[in-house]
Nanobody, 112 residues
Framework: QVQLVESGGGLVQAGGSLRLSCAAS?????MGWYRQAPGNQRELVAIITSGDATTYADSVKGRFTISRDNAKNTVYLQMNSLKPQDTAVYYC?????????WGQGTQVTVSS
């Protein structure tokens, strides 16, 4: 089992920045972030592998940056130039072998 603890969500004006953090209870392989807005399906935001390879959704490329600290089993999501359409619950994700784990979610609200 892996526990994921997220922090860093909140309310910000359009154009502002937020940084999300997610700490895992043990070392994991792939980590990342998904988000879900009301009425929408959960969607990929960004993923980072244990080798630091990254994948981003087209909608966040150039604005969001994912990084990880393997010594702390923590993944970060730096979100800049936020837009109202980024408003969603953001979920931390981790994979260990073939098992997927999810955080409880943190709300990000971007006001126009």
């Amino acid at each position: 089992q892996v526990q994921l603890v997220e922090s860093g969500g909140g309310l910000v004006q359009a154009g502002g920045s937020l940084r999300l953090s997610c700490a895992a209870s043990r070392s994991v392989n792939r980590m990342g972030w998904y988000r879900q807005a009301p009425g929408n399906q959960r969607e990929l935001v960004a993923i980072i592998t244990s080798g630091d390879a990254t994948t981003y959704a087209d909608s966040v490329k150039g604005r969001f940056t994912i990084s990880r600290d393997n010594a702390k089993n923590t993944v970060y999501l730096q979100m800049n130039s936020l837009k109202p359409q980024d408003t969603a619950v953001y979920y931390c994700y981790a994979r260990v072998l073939w098992a997927d784990y999810w955080g409880q979610g943190t709300q990000v609200t971007v006001s126009s």
